[in-house]
Every structure is written in structure tokens, then in C-alpha cells.
């Protein structure tokens, strides 16, 4: 499995992603920034960009491709998050068909008055280019927490998603076919979008001050699969 870590964000909060490979431990990376208007006044902005990309041809004729990726942004100014899977499967002999799956799963948190105003895109795109009877598949799955004051995933929330991150590596070496691949990618989304509905009721509310941020905590999924 090919596990890629996101393009370098420009946050003005901690953001952390946590990523889990098939066999391997818990990785955390931490990064802090801030972006400057033209008048010297300091804006809170984050991104984060995950890509998930999977190509099996006759030379590697089953590819796998998973990424898993928690970014925690505190109060922001603007917020873009971009999620994206793509698998190819190219030129294989209808005899010894290719195998491609990408999944990528995308978890954002933000808080404060603009946290709904979040810029996201989150697309999936699976292609069979000469190559009849490949089997390929890609799912982009993302979430997004807004909050109006900042708050930070629990412990038993971040165990059981690094638990959900295993299954979807565990896929990997897994010979289900693929309308049984959309199934259990789509039931781990479920699982994670629980996790995330039970953390965002615990989430501090808005103190009346402003109205503009006296909002319930939201968690939104996006689904796109190919």
C-alpha cells in the first residue's frame, strides 16, 4: 500500500493528521502557520489536501491505495479542505484482468463563526482504459466538524478511528469483489460519521456573545464513489 502523507498546509491553528498504515503504527505530524493580507493584518486560514491514487497495469496487476487523515484546525478565518481517490486500471489481458481500489477518508475539524463556511471538494474518479473484465474501484469519503468554540477529539474517539483506519488498510489483501469493497468502505463511513456525531454533542457551544457563532455543532459527510 502506497500511503501518502497531504501536501503541506498553511493553518493558523495546530492542525495534526494521523495516518495508519497496513502493519504499521500510529504516525502524527503537527504543523503551525499564518498567512498575510496585503495590510499586514493576520488571518487565520487552513488547507489540507488528501489524495488517495491507485494504477495496476500488466506489470503490477493489483494496486491498493488508502489514506486516512485527521487535520484539527482551531477558530479560522477560511477553511478549504480538498479530498480526492482516483484508481486506473490500464492495458491488462482480458485473460489476467487488473485489480485497482483508491479509498481516501478525510476528517476535518473547525470552529468559530465562519466553521460552516468551510470551501470543500471531495470527487472520485475510477477509469478501465483497454482493459476489459478489470476490476477498479474508488471511494472519497469526507467529514467535516464545525463547532462554535474550538475543541479537540477524544482519546477513545481517536482509538476507535484508528481502528476504522486498519480495517480500510486491512482491505488491501482482501479478494471481495468490488460492489462487497463499496459495502464495507461505505459501513466504515457510517462508523466514522458516528464517532463524530457522539464527539460534536460533547463540543463547548456558543456563549450568546456572538450571534453569528451561538450555532449547534454540525458534522457533515460527503460520499462520492466510482
Wanted: proline fraction near 4%.
Amino acid at each position: 500500500m502506497n500511503h501518502r502523507k497531504p501536501r503541506t498546509s498553511t493553518v493558523a491553528k495546530t492542525a495534526v493528521s494521523l495516518g495508519v498504515a497496513a502493519g504499521a503504527g500510529l504516525a502524527m505530524t503537527a504543523s503551525t502557520a499564518s498567512a498575510t493580507t496585503g495590510s499586514g493584518i493576520f488571518h487565520d486560514v487552513a488547507t489540507a489536501v488528501d489524495l488517495a491514487h491507485s494504477r495496476a497495469d500488466r506489470t503490477h496487476v493489483s494496486q491498493f491505495d488508502e489514506t486516512f487523515r485527521i487535520h484539527e484546525y482551531g477558530p479560522s478565518i477560511a477553511v478549504t479542505a480538498n479530498n480526492r481517490a482516483t484508481a486506473e486500471s490500464v492495458g491488462c489481458s482480458p485473460y489476467a484482468p487488473c485489480r485497482s481500489i483508491a479509498l481516501s477518508f478525510q476528517i476535518v475539524t473547525t470552529s468559530g463563526r465562519n466553521a460552516r463556511l468551510i470551501n470543500t471538494t471531495n470527487i472520485s474518479h475510477a477509469m478501465n482504459e483497454h482493459c476489459a473484465g478489470c476490476e477498479t474501484f474508488a471511494g472519497s469519503y469526507q467529514f467535516v466538524v464545525a463547532t462554535p468554540r474550538a475543541f479537540t477529539l477524544s482519546g477513545q474517539a481517536r482509538s476507535e478511528l484508528t481502528r476504522l483506519n486498519r480495517r480500510a488498510a486491512a482491505l488491501q489483501s482482501s479478494r471481495l469483489p468490488i460492489d462487497r469493497i463499496r459495502q464495507s468502505a461505505d459501513e466504515i463511513a457510517g462508523e466514522i460519521k458516528t464517532i463524530l456525531d457522539r464527539e460534536a454533542a460533547r463540543a463547548p457551544r456558543g456563549g450568546g456573545s456572538d450571534p453569528l457563532a451561538d450555532f449547534n455543532p454540525t458534522v457533515t459527510m460527503h460520499r462520492h464513489v466510482r
